[in-house]
């Protein structure tokens, strides 16, 4: 086949000189010799049809090439897997088609293939016949080739079929032929029995006479040696009759020798026979008094049998009850004399008897019986018995049957309970392991999951350990010591795992030492633990963290068990604050640091729910260490630690903070009374100028001026006259930077007044100093406004008097001044002449004038007034 894939004409030929083999050929023996193969293996489903497509297509490709040359029409198949450039000639009319002789070998032992699969005698012989009739076409073939009789080689066509393909169709039907060695031609040369012995030698000895005569036939045409054909068939016909002396000389010999092995075997008989006569007539007494010992053990024998609690009874070779203990009996339901009249069969389960019928022959019967069957008692009811026979010499057969109907409810029950173990098991989320010998004959799917093998991958490949991390093999191969050596029944422990691919996990074993078929076993189960491991180092690293919070927390902090209310633990920072060290207060209970008015209460709040979600917050009064009261403030949170239900608290001094508080409230007593009381008009809003609180002077104002009364929430906008809130919005926005706004505003009134406030704006900021809203102030100013107004009136008033006071003075300053200036003059005059009485006169005069001056100015001013 290769040779005609890869055009190699040396694969095609094999044998140099001679015709080539063609691919179809080749392809039928690859067929048949597959199927010939496959009966060497166990039958099993698979097997018998792929033997039959096998057979099938071997002798469809046979039958389609003989019908070609019978009826001389071409089907395409010559050339369907390979193509035969071979040039049509006489020798090859149809390239790439097989040798007739060779088509109708394929289609003979097709059918020789096909009727083997009925498993009939009939078929087998028929089957055997055309194997035998593939040997005798391919042996006059092959002889053909030797002796260069072309009649021979293409039985009436022109094709002949190649040498090696006669060579391997001889050789496949022989092999063929041995499938059944005890039919046809077969059988005289597999017998064990003179005459085979003899076949056989003969037989071969000829083949080679026939295969040697050839080969010289063949040497001696090839180098001439004769002259004529005369001369080379005479030589032939000596060598035959020479060679056919040698071959009666050799039998003869071969016979003559069994013949000598015989005749010294009849004397050895013959001396036997004289020795055993003398034996008999020694051991004749002997046998009397031994006859009489069996009657007395077979008296015996039958009371042992009466009595054995297995039911035992014979057969005749055709299966008839010839006796029968009373077990049988009991189990059956019949008495003796019934089961004596009965045949085996007519006790057996009659739908099993059709299934598994009981073959004809006593070795036969007795091979079938050894084993489980179904018996039916007398009532109807059946019945499952083991039964195990022993064949006698007179073909009587002695069988022992146990009810083992109890027995098979067992096995039923113990099956049930493995396929639930194994579905339990290879369900389970749970681990699940068997070992013996060191090593896993069991572990379920989860087992295999957790270190990322596949189950077969473990059972009986590797080491228990293999599945171990490095550093805990030496802990659990003492473990599995110590179980299967006795010493402990189980143990339970963490270990350290490795996957497949090295990565390593934790995981947690449970196993228990006990026997399985007397070999010591562990059973046990594995939890994947990784998570929960992860789990208890973040636990771990919370607890530390923890802990460290609570030592180090500057917030006083308690654990008290709500049992007896006693301190389970306390940090330096509560020890501290109370006076105490930690080790005066843990295990003390919490009543030290209760003042006597609040006991009642603390066990009112001890006794809550501990399930309870909620945190508790309240204040009350504690003692410290000095005697000194203070009130603290504790958060609480209920806990489960340790099994016990504990509350988890935090107290906080609240002293000072109390007294702050109520310094505070009065503060905002006193500011709500002044608010309250106050002539000023208060409100706050918030960024959006939504009211948020005022006082009731800003009620009155707004419900005054505005004809509303305000709420919290209400906007501004909706309620502030339109022409003054666009100067408000700008104010607003520019307090809202952390600006005060200082301004006054006019309200004219319906009877003419006006009325005037004084408005402060102002940012309310938090301690972060974040505004948050703004606050108006407003206050009555229309009495001062109006003094003003009064003032300012006066002002002008006093302003024009000044003003006329001025004009006359300025009138008068002259009229004055005139008689200084004499007066000056005389006075200067005086000196020169200080006696002299006409400057007196004058200096009189000019006095007089003067307070005449002043009168009028007097009186002038009175005018004015």
């Not at 042992?304 to 009991?330: H, P, R, W």
Request: glycine fraction near 6%; charged fraction near 25%.
């Amino acid at each position: 086949m290769t040779g005609w894939i890869f055009n190699i004409p040396a694969f095609q030929s094999i044998i140099p000189g001679f015709e080539a083999m063609r691919f179809n050929t080749a392809l039928c023996f690859v067929l048949f010799a597959g199927a010939l193969l496959l009966t060497q293996y166990q039958s099993r489903g698979y097997t018998r049809v792929i033997y039959f497509i096998l057979s099938l297509l071997g002798t469809i490709i046979g039958l389609i090439t003989v019908t070609q040359d019978l009826f001389h029409f071409t089907s395409g198949l010559d050339q369907l897997f390979v193509t035969d450039k071979t040039v049509p000639s006489y020798s090859i009319p149809f390239p790439g088609r097989m040798a007739f002789n060779a088509s109708i070998n394929f289609f003979f032992l097709g059918l020789g293939f096909l009727l083997l699969t009925f498993k009939t005698r009939s078929s087998n012989i028929l089957s055997q016949f055309f194997f035998h009739l593939v040997t005798i076409l391919s042996a006059i073939a092959l002889i053909g080739y030797l002796y260069g009789v072309s009649f021979f080689r293409a039985i009436l066509y022109q094709t002949s079929m190649a040498t090696h393909t006669a060579i391997l169709f001889f050789i496949l039907s022989l092999g063929a032929s041995l499938l059944n060695p005890s039919i046809g031609m077969a059988r005289l040369f597999t017998g064990e029995r003179v005459g085979n012995q003899m076949a056989r030698r003969l037989f071969t000895l000829m083949i080679l006479m026939v295969i040697i005569f050839g080969l010289f036939r063949l040497q001696t045409q090839h180098s001439r040696l004769f002259s004529s054909l005369d001369i080379g068939v005479s030589v032939v016909a000596v060598c035959f009759l020479l060679a056919s002396l040698l071959l009666i000389w050799n039998t003869a010999n071969w016979l003559n020798n069994i013949d000598g092995q015989r005749s010294e075997a009849e004397a050895e008989v013959k001396r036997m026979n004289a020795g055993l006569e003398k034996m008999v007539e020694e051991r004749s007494g002997e046998l009397i008094n031994l006859l009489v010992l069996f009657q007395k053990s077979e008296a015996k024998y039958r009371s042992l049998i009466e009595q054995a609690s297995d039911a035992i009874y014979m057969l005749d070779f055709k299966g008839n009850f010839t006796d029968v203990n009373a077990s049988m009996c009991k189990m059956t339901g019949y008495n003796s004399e019934e089961l004596l009249r009965k045949n085996i069969e007519s006790i057996m389960d009659p739908e099993e008897l059709k299934t598994d019928p009981l073959p004809d022959g006593v070795n036969h019967l007795w091979a079938s019986i050894f084993r489980e069957r179904t018996f039916v008692r007398k009532n109807g009811s059946a019945f499952t018995v083991e039964i195990n026979a022993k064949m006698f010499s007179d073909d009587r057969i002695m069988v022992i049957a146990r009810d083992i109907t109890g027995r098979k409810k067992m096995e039923t029950e113990l099956r049930e309970a493995e396929l639930k173990f194994r579905t339990i098991a290879e369900k389970s989320m749970v681990g699940v392991y068997i070992v013996q010998h060191g090593k896993y004959i069991y572990v379920n799917p989860r087992f295999a999951q957790v270190f990322d093998y596949k189950p077969e991958e473990l059972i009986n490949t590797v080491p228990v350990t293999a599945i171990i991390h490095e550093s805990y093999r030496a802990i659990t191969t003492e473990h599995i010591r110590r179980r299967m050596e006795g010493e402990v029944e189980s143990v339970h422990y963490e270990a350290m795992g490795r996957k497949k691919d090295g990565a390593s996990n934790w995981i947690e074993l449970y196993g228990s030492q006990t026997t399985i078929g007397d070999v010591p076993t562990i059973i046990g189960s594995m939890i994947d633990i990784t998570e929960r491991k992860k789990a208890e180092e973040e636990l771990k690293s919370s607890e530390q963290k923890y802990k460290l919070l609570f030592e180090s927390n500057p917030s006083p902090l308690w654990m008290i068990s709500k049992n007896d209310l006693t301190i389970i633990d306390v940090n330096e920072a509560a020890a501290r604050l109370y006076g105490y060290t930690k080790e005066e207060l843990l295990n003390r209970r919490t009543s030290i640091l209760r003042h006597p008015e609040d006991l009642e209460k603390q066990r009112e709040h001890y006794l809550l729910d501990v399930n309870s979600d909620a945190t508790f917050q309240r204040i009350v009064k504690h003692v410290k260490k000095d005697g000194s009261v203070m009130s603290v403030e504790i958060i609480s949170h209920d806990i489960v630690f340790g099994g016990q239900p504990v509350r988890l608290s935090l107290t906080n001094d609240i002293t000072e903070k109390l007294k702050a508080e109520e310094s505070l409230q009065k503060s905002e007593a006193n500011l709500q009374t002044i608010l309250k009381t106050t002539d000023t008009a208060y409100a706050l809003f918030d960024l959006n100028l939504k009211v948020l609180a005022f006082n009731p002077k800003a009620v009155e104002f707004v419900n005054q001026q505005y004809h509303h009364i305000p709420e919290k929430g209400d906007r501004l906008i909706d309620f502030f006259p339109e022409e003054r809130f666009p100067e408000f919005t700008t104010f607003a926005n520019d307090v809202l930077q952390g600006n005060n706004i200082n301004y006054e505003a006019d309200y004219p009134q319906a009877d003419g007044t006006v009325l005037w406030y004084y408005v402060r704006l102002f940012p309310i900021t938090n301690d972060n100093k974040e505004i948050l809203g703004l606050m108006m102030a407003l206050y009555d100013i229309s009495e001062r406004k109006n003094a003003e107004q009064d003032l300012k009136s006066a002002y002008e008033r006093i302003q024009s008097h000044i003003n006329s006071i001025k004009d006359m003075a300025w009138k008068q300053s002259h009229l004055i001044r005139s008689p200084l200036a004499n007066l000056q003059g005389l006075f200067a005059l005086l000196k020169d002449d200080p006696s002299g009485t006409e400057i007196f006169d004058h200096i009189r005069n000019e006095l007089d004038r003067m307070d005449a001056i002043i009168i009028d100015m007097a009186r002038d001013a009175s005018d004015h007034d």
